[in-house]
C-alpha cells in the first residue's frame, strides 16, 4: 500500500477508516507526511489545504471519532488528497450527500481531473457520475453491461433494467445545477 501511495495512487473507502484516536488536522496530516512524503511546513500545508477542500477546517481539532458518517467522508477524501495523488480511487464517496454537497463533490472532482489527477469512482449513484465521467462502465455479476459516454450508457436498456429502473431520470436538482453551470 506504502509503495502505491507513493507512486501517486491513493484511494478512498467505503466505510471511512480513519485513526479515530487522532483529530482531524492530525489524519490529513499522517497522509502528506507518509503518503505523500512530506516534511514539516510543506507537510502541514497540505494537510490544511486538503481539509479545506473538504470543508473540514471547521472540525480540524475534533477527533475523529466525534465526527458524523458525511464528515467521516470528506475525511477520507481529505486525507487521500492529502497525498498529493495522480490517480485518485474513490470508492462509493456520494452516499448519504444532499444534493448540495454532490454539486459541491462533483465539482471538487472536476477541479482535480482540471489539475490533471485522473479519477476512477465506483459509485451507485448514478446521477454523481452523469455530469462529471468521461466514461462509464456498468458491470452486473462480474461481466460489463455497458461501457461509453454516460448519456449512452444510462440509455441503455440493460443498464436501466438491471439498475436504473425504466423512470430513470438524471435531471435531479444537483445535475440541473451542473447543467445550467456548464451552459455559463
Request: proline share 4%; aromatic share 4%.
Given at each position: 500500500?506504502q509503495q502505491r501511495?507513493?507512486?501517486?495512487?491513493?484511494?478512498?473507502?467505503?466505510?471511512?477508516?480513519?485513526?479515530?484516536?487522532?483529530?482531524?488536522?492530525?489524519?490529513?496530516?499522517?497522509?502528506?507526511?507518509?503518503?505523500?512524503?512530506?516534511?514539516?511546513?510543506?507537510?502541514?500545508?497540505?494537510?490544511?489545504?486538503?481539509?479545506?477542500?473538504?470543508?473540514?477546517?471547521?472540525?480540524?481539532?475534533?477527533?475523529?471519532?466525534?465526527?458524523?458518517?458525511?464528515?467521516?467522508?470528506?475525511?477520507?477524501?481529505?486525507?487521500?488528497?492529502?497525498?498529493?495523488?495522480?490517480?485518485?480511487?474513490?470508492?462509493?464517496?456520494?452516499?448519504?450527500?444532499?444534493?448540495?454537497?454532490?454539486?459541491?463533490l462533483v465539482q471538487?472532482?472536476?477541479?482535480?481531473?482540471?489539475?490533471?489527477?485522473t479519477v476512477l469512482?465506483?459509485?451507485?449513484?448514478?446521477?454523481?457520475?452523469?455530469?462529471?465521467?468521461?466514461?462509464?462502465?456498468?458491470?452486473?455479476?462480474?461481466?460489463?453491461?455497458?461501457?461509453?459516454?454516460?448519456?449512452?450508457?444510462?440509455?441503455?436498456?440493460?443498464?436501466?433494467?438491471?439498475?436504473?429502473?425504466?423512470?430513470?431520470?438524471?435531471?435531479?436538482?444537483?445535475?440541473?445545477?451542473?447543467?445550467?453551470?456548464?451552459?455559463?
Amino acid at each position: 500500500a506504502q509503495q502505491r501511495c507513493h507512486s501517486g495512487i491513493a484511494r478512498t473507502f467505503q466505510v471511512p477508516q480513519p485513526f479515530e484516536t487522532l483529530t482531524v488536522y492530525e489524519n490529513a496530516l499522517v497522509s502528506a507526511t507518509f503518503g505523500a512524503e512530506l516534511q514539516g511546513a510543506q507537510a502541514t500545508a497540505a494537510a490544511i489545504a486538503a481539509l479545506k477542500r473538504c470543508g473540514l477546517l471547521r472540525v480540524a481539532d475534533h477527533p475523529a471519532a466525534t465526527l458524523g458518517l458525511l464528515q467521516r467522508k470528506r475525511l477520507e477524501l481529505a486525507r487521500a488528497l492529502a497525498t498529493q495523488p495522480r490517480l485518485l480511487l474513490l470508492d462509493e464517496v456520494a452516499g448519504g450527500l444532499t444534493d448540495r454537497e454532490m454539486v459541491d463533490l462533483v465539482q471538487l472532482v472536476r477541479e482535480l481531473h482540471a489539475e490533471g489527477v485522473t479519477v476512477l469512482w465506483i459509485e451507485h449513484l448514478v446521477h454523481a457520475l452523469v455530469p462529471v465521467a468521461q466514461r462509464l462502465v456498468v458491470l452486473a455479476e462480474g461481466q460489463v453491461l455497458a461501457d461509453g459516454v454516460p448519456a449512452t450508457v444510462v440509455a441503455n436498456s440493460q443498464v436501466r433494467e438491471t439498475y436504473l429502473g425504466t423512470d430513470f431520470d438524471v435531471d435531479t436538482p444537483a445535475t440541473r445545477r451542473e447543467t445550467e453551470h456548464a451552459a455559463h
